[in-house]
């Protein structure tokens, strides 16, 4: 089993996330993951667009097979960039899961309004939101099958 998860294609996950802490947190989590995965990080959602159109310093990164969105982030708001996402004819497909701190009845209905493939409000405590992490890993990159564009 080890070796599957060693030869396998990586799953490329971005993680748009402006707080260090629970960047290292779910890094943390994803350590022990069912499968090979690349965490990618954006502080912000302008550079989540950024790398996600492959501008600038992102021009050679991978396309993401997942993304985990903050929506409170600094320069462009997470709530902007689902939006942006779902609305590209090439950026649609790619799943996106929704990590907040937010539990606003509002939010949680806008995301899905905007087509979040799902929501989780980030529990406050280190073991919560560690299993919360975890359970992302057990059904998104484990259950899941996850749309694959070509790689070059």
Do not use: Q
């Amino acid at each position: 089993m080890e070796s599957d998860r060693i030869n396998a294609i990586p799953i490329e996950v971005l993680l748009v996330e402006d707080s260090p802490g629970d960047v290292r947190l779910t890094r943390e989590a994803f350590k022990d993951a069912k499968v090979h995965l690349n965490l990618h990080v954006a502080s912000d959602g302008a550079k989540a667009m950024a790398f996600l159109n492959h501008e600038g310093e992102y021009a050679n990164v991978p396309r993401p097979d997942l993304v985990l969105l903050d929506l409170n982030l600094p320069k462009k708001d997470g709530r902007e960039v689902l939006e942006e996402i779902k609305e590209s004819p090439t950026l649609k497909s790619i799943p996106v899961v929704i990590l907040t701190t937010s539990s606003s009845e509002a939010d949680i209905l806008r995301s899905y309004r905007l087509h979040a493939n799902c929501y989780i409000t980030k529990p406050v405590g280190l073991e919560g939101f560690l299993t919360v992490v975890k359970s992302i890993d057990n059904f998104w990159l484990s259950v899941v099958k996850l749309p694959r564009e070509p790689r070059s």
